[in-house]
């Protein structure tokens, strides 16, 4: 109950008896307004003290545009810790050196992400190693389509961080595709 609730209540409670006593009647159906007032006012510090209204510091009652403003901005803040750490994750995945402290970030902000992301940074790896391995660039295009099938696949994710580590992941297999400089045939000499 709030405190304008509760005057309504005590007012409903003593509204009969308003303006039928004098200032001072003492008497306990006849309450002058003065005395009414005051068993309010005494009614209100008491509940306001209940519930440690008067105890609290001014500066933590604020307005709701205040609020909405800092509720606002922490969610800009949330949003911009989890797309670094979707960035660090895509960067992790590919085989990037990531330093330890983002290593340990990701772990203790989303152990799921990162798991993720270790398991697709050891197929990438896998695809970076048969991409590198490769006699011919024949076989290279079969390693890329294999890569294409499995890394260009949308993710039912919700936040789209598989689907951007897939697009890296992706983007630097590629990236070695085209830096390889293997003979289109593997010419067989009889």
């Avoid at 209940?50 to 933590?60: D, Q, S």
């Avoid at 709701?64 to 989890?82: L, N, P, R, T, W």
């Amino acid at each position: 109950m709030r405190i304008g609730e509760m005057t309504l209540a005590v007012l409903g409670e003593y509204s009969q008896y308003l303006g039928t006593g004098k200032d001072d009647t003492g008497d306990k159906d006849n309450k002058s307004a003065k005395e009414i007032a005051e068993e309010i006012l005494q009614k209100s510090v008491d509940y306001s003290s209940e519930i440690g209204l008067y105890n609290k510091p001014k500066h933590k009652f604020k307005s709701s545009v205040q609020a909405g403003f800092e509720e606002h901005m922490e969610a800009i803040k949330e949003k911009a810790k989890h797309m670094r750490l979707s960035r660090v994750a895509a960067r992790f995945a590919r085989g990037d050196k990531i330093s330890s402290t983002e290593e340990m970030e990701l772990k203790k902000e989303n152990i799921e992400l990162y798991r993720k992301a270790l398991a697709m940074r050891e197929r990438a790896k896998l695809y970076e190693d048969k991409l590198k391995s490769s006699k011919t660039m024949k076989e290279a295009r079969e390693v890329m389509k294999q890569v294409d099938a499995e890394f260009m696949a949308v993710s039912p994710d919700k936040n789209g961080e598989v689907n951007m580590m897939n697009m890296d992941v992706h983007a630097h297999l590629k990236e070695i595709f085209n830096k390889l400089n293997k003979p289109e045939d593997e010419k067989v000499d009889v």
